[in-house]
């Protein structure tokens, strides 16, 4: 298994919905902190302004509904890198019960140089230190 980095929710009584769960929208938002969380610790990428990333596509899968007292754990990982993209990959389960997963996902990921507006291709800097985290080794 490749290594993963793993990321505490910290679940805030604003993300509950009427239906008494994490509203959809927020499995996103929780997504979003673990790139960033990915970044720094991986990457050593912490200002926006380093940032050479642009999100092309997001989806999430809700299988279970994650409620306020849930203690939950994000997992996230690279998959199927390309020559300008690669993917992350998404897991939030129970945190004493890893099988017990809430929801699962992906993002597209490109590589994107901010100044000239178009894509580059994904340095190879960025595949050496994200090898590890990656599914395609």
Same mark, same amino acid.
């Given at each position: ?8 929710? &910290? ?9 008494? $769960?994490?509203?959809? /929208?927020? $499995? ?5 902190? /673990?790139?960033? /969380? ?13 940032? /050479? ?6 989806? !999430?899968? *809700?299988?279970?509904?994650? !409620? ?12 199927? @890198? ?17 099988? &017990? ?12 140089? *901010? &100044?000239?507006? &178009?894509?580059?291709? @994904? ?15």
């Amino acid at each position: 298994m490749n290594k993963t980095i793993l990321t505490p929710i &910290h679940i805030r009584f604003k993300d509950i919905d009427v239906m008494g $769960h994490v509203n959809n /929208a927020v $499995h996103i938002t929780f997504f979003e902190e /673990a790139r960033k /969380a990915f970044l720094e610790q991986v990457l050593g990428i912490s200002e926006t302004s380093e940032y /050479a990333l642009i999100l092309a596509a997001i989806n !999430c899968e *809700y299988l279970i509904p994650l !409620c306020l007292n849930d203690n939950a754990i994000l997992e996230i990982w690279v998959a199927d @890198i390309g020559k300008k993209s690669f993917r992350f990959k998404y897991k939030i389960f129970k945190a004493d019960e890893p099988d &017990h997963v809430f929801s699962k996902g992906d993002s597209v990921m490109v590589a994107y140089n *901010y &100044h000239e507006k &178009h894509s580059i291709l @994904i340095p190879s800097e960025f595949i050496i230190k994200v090898k590890d985290y990656s599914e395609s080794k």
